[in-house]
Each structure stands twice: as structure tokens, then as C-alpha cells.
């Protein structure tokens, strides 16, 4: 059996991100995604929440995984049974990050191979910033994730503009 691992923030997923998965569904026998925890980045979305729209957005796929990890992907690669680590190029300024990614993951582990994907090319110009930055101006997303992201989006809206106020305010 032929697992790899799409390792990605998902904050939050988009069409393009299921538009690699579901590439990647017809080349493996099993797509391991999974929500990395960076502590570089601030996420608007919980580890949980993440997890929860994944699950959600990738159910009509039998041969999709979804789970989480924190440390070294090739690490998570070895512990899934991975034998290769699936990345989306959107444009050619992706590349030289994820050339640098690639070459550091060989070197850790020289067995576990980089997959890139490209997705359709009406998504190329899509990413999860992008999506948050719309959402925050109350722009209509819907066209670009899926409809639990796009729920959730709002409830996210919602909460900022009106965030609980502690008794005795």
C-alpha cells in the first residue's frame, strides 16, 4: 500500500488545497492530511477547528486520513508509513521554498520521496491568506472553499465583531 502525507497549515482549506488532495487520491492508495502545528505562524483556527473543516471537506474520499502532528514532517512521514510527502506548487515563486523544503527532507530521510502537485489552474492564485483577508472585509468566499470554511468563516466574523463581554460589564 502507498501512503503519503500532505502536511499544510489549512488555515483554512481551499478549493485548491482539495483540488491536490483529490489529485493525489488517484496516484496513492492512502492521502495521510495532516494539519501542522507552526509555531511561527498565528492561525485564526484552532488545530481543532482545522481538523474539523478537513474532515468535513474530504468525506466523500475513502482513501483520505486526517490528523495532526507537531515537530519534523518526515518524522509524521515515518510513524503514518509514508512513503512520500505530497506538496502544491501554485506558482513558480512556490518553488524555490519548497525546492529548499525537499532537498532538507532528503537529507533527513533519504527514503521518503517529495511529490509535487500542481492544482487547477483556476486555483493557482488562491491561498489560505488570501481567503482570511476576504473573509475579515466580509467578502463572499464561497466560490473558493468549501461550504463548512465558509460557515465557519463567518461565525469567526461573527465572534470578533461581537465578542462576548464578562459578567459584570
Do not use: C, W
Not at 489549512?10 to 485548491?16: A, H, I, L, S
Not at 471537506?57 to 508509513?81: C, M, T
Not at 509514508?82 to 533519504?110: H, P, T, W, Y
Amino acid at each position: 500500500m502507498k501512503i503519503v502525507i500532505y502536511p499544510g497549515t489549512f488555515d483554512p482549506v481551499t478549493n485548491g488545497h482539495i483540488d491536490v488532495i483529490e489529485r493525489a487520491t488517484s496516484l496513492f492508495d492512502k492521502v495521510v492530511v495532516t494539519v501542522a502545528r507552526n509555531p511561527v505562524k498565528n492561525p485564526l483556527f484552532t488545530v481543532s477547528e482545522r481538523l474539523v473543516m478537513l474532515k468535513e471537506s474530504l468525506k466523500q474520499y475513502s482513501n483520505v486520513a486526517v490528523d495532526s502532528f507537531e515537530g519534523l514532517i518526515v518524522d509524521h512521514a515515518r510513524e503514518v508509513g509514508a512513503v512520500g510527502i505530497i506538496r502544491g506548487l501554485r506558482a513558480i515563486s512556490d518553488f524555490e521554498f519548497e525546492f529548499q523544503m525537499a532537498l532538507m527532507n532528503r537529507k533527513l530521510s533519504e527514503e521518503l520521496r517529495t511529490i509535487f502537485l500542481m492544482p487547477h489552474e483556476k486555483y493557482t492564485y488562491l491561498n489560505s491568506t488570501i481567503i482570511r483577508n476576504l473573509a475579515q472585509f466580509k467578502s463572499d468566499v464561497s466560490e473558493f472553499v468549501p461550504p463548512i470554511v465558509a460557515e465557519m468563516l463567518k461565525e469567526k466574523e461573527e465572534i470578533k465583531l461581537h465578542p462576548k463581554q464578562d459578567v459584570g460589564d
